[in-house]
């Protein structure tokens, strides 16, 4: 099951589980869209090289029994 990290480790954005803009790869590092276009090379994951793709969004209603990750992730890569 996905954690769904809080926030993009690049710029901090809050990445809530309906977030729209939440991009992970296959490591569930996690990223906000607009760092991936902008500040991340080649929209690549800094930490594995790897593509990241859209997150998907957890049904509410499975949040009550699988929720969310609270451990916000926060590193210093180059464009961020």
Request: aromatic content about 4%; charged content about 25%.
């Amino acid at each position: 099951m996905l954690k769904l990290k809080p926030n993009c480790e690049c710029c901090d954005k809050d990445l809530p589980p309906h977030a729209g803009d939440a991009m992970i790869c296959t490591f569930e590092c996690t990223f906000c869209a607009d760092c991936v276009r902008n500040r991340l090379p080649d929209g690549r994951c800094p930490n594995c090289g790897g593509e990241l793709v859209r997150r998907p969004v957890r049904p509410a209603a499975m949040l009550v029994n699988y929720p969310a990750s609270t451990e916000r992730v926060l590193k210093r890569h180059t464009g961020c």
